[in-house]
């Protein structure tokens, strides 16, 4: 259901530019594995297929073996979170990240490893950091997981520190991440202290359906969990001065562990009026339409076969993504260079006459 329902809604300009291996903003692990088997078209869904069930599936870190009735709250808090239906069909490295999140939570509650599984770790945050910048965001969770461990401090800074400077070196030989992140920084500096607020409130309660952000976030703070604070404030901030709705879904698995701790306080009584309120509180969800203007205006008249079109307007990768023509935008320069034309804005006359 979650992939049909990003389905329906067609590739945006992101998803466009992981399943093109356009090299930005992200690292390139995850958009490169996706280039390699995005050419038919129908393999949109199987990856939307594959992201939604790795979301779902994740809840399986957060259950408890001796605890089912607790367990049966826990998994619908998890999966009727808003962030949860709204993003985890689609193909966005913030899912990934998330996932990512959901992991180290749970490696934060073991006990102990070896080094081998030691060394897993640091490979898994390896490739974490090489999905999306925003995993740096985890840092306080993997400094105590090795902080922990009985590792020597050569070997924890090696495991912790290694990846983070590749990453570093990536980025310093990447000048298309570097101007994407000034660009990011920069774009939202017009929007005032209090609408940001607004905005970062909006998509607080949002990503959690309401219930489970308030749950979540008192449970983190009644149960001291430092680590577990650090690393949300981290990712509270980043969202608040870098704001995209699918950040939303970062905040979710910090709600379920603050949940975990919470839950137990209640009666059952309550328990199941929080699910029933859940149950309600996801029909009023802000579900996008069912359109996509680059799918939708490429399909119409058999525009996709030409070998040039020209956009006059505003628009984004999901273009080149359904077309195998050359997408250009409209300038002067190619304003007599094109097939076809697509008015995304108001067109002038003069460019019209005798086109399509």
């Known amino acids: 259901m979650l992939a049909l329902y990003q389905w329906s809604i067609g590739i945006r300009t992101d998803e466009a530019k992981y399943l093109l291996d356009i090299p930005y903003p992200h690292p390139p692990l995850a ?25 779902v599936q994740a809840v399986w870190f957060f259950l408890d073996k001796k605890r089912t009735a607790m367990n049966l709250l826990i998994a619908a808090a998890w999966l009727l979170s808003g962030s949860v239906i709204l993003q985890a069909g689609s193909i966005m490295m913030a899912p990934l990240t998330a996932f990512s999140a959901v992991v180290f939570l749970w490696l934060l509650r073991r ?58 070196l990536y980025t310093l030989t990447n000048p298309l991440a570097l101007a994407s992140m000034l660009n990011v920084a920069g774009k939202d500096a017009s929007i005032t202290f209090f ?44 969202v608040f001065f870098s704001f995209q709705e699918y950040y939303g879904i970062l905040f979710v698995p910090f709600f379920i562990i603050g949940m975990k701790e919470f839950l137990p306080l209640l009666t059952p009584i309550v328990r199941w009026g929080l699910f029933e309120t859940l149950l309600i509180l996801i029909q009023f969800l802000p579900f996008a339409p069912l359109s996509n203007t680059a799918r ?26 359904y077309s195998d023509a050359v997408i250009l935008r409209y300038s002067e320069t190619f304003k007599n260079r094109y097939d076809a034309i697509v008015c995304l804005d108001t067109c002038s006359q003069e460019l019209l006459r005798g086109r399509r």
Request: proline residues 3%; charged residues 10%.
């Open 195 to 238: 609408v940001k607020i607004f905005f970062f409130l909006q998509l607080f309660f949002l990503s959690g359906s309401g219930v489970v952000a308030t749950l979540g976030i008192i449970g983190l703070a009644y149960a001291k969990k430092w680590t577990e604070l650090c690393a949300f404030g981290l990712i509270a901030v980043y």
């Open 111 to 168: 006990l102990s490893f070896t080094e081998w599984q030691l060394m897993l770790v640091a490979l898994f945050w390896l490739a974490s950091l090489f999905i999306a910048y925003q995993a740096a965001l985890l840092l306080p969770l993997v400094l105590v997981i090795f902080w922990r461990s009985r590792l020597p401090l050569w070997k924890q800074c090696l495991y912790v520190g290694g990846p983070v400077a590749m990453l570093i």
């Open 31 to 55: 958009r490169y594995l996706l280039s390699l088997f995005s050419s038919p078209l129908w393999m949109e869904f199987f990856f939307r297929l594959f992201f939604a069930t790795l979301i």
């Open 296 to 321: 939708d205006t490429l399909a119409f008249q058999n525009l996709a076969p030409h070998k040039d079109i020209l956009v006059v307007g505003s628009f984004g990768h999901e273009w080149q993504y």
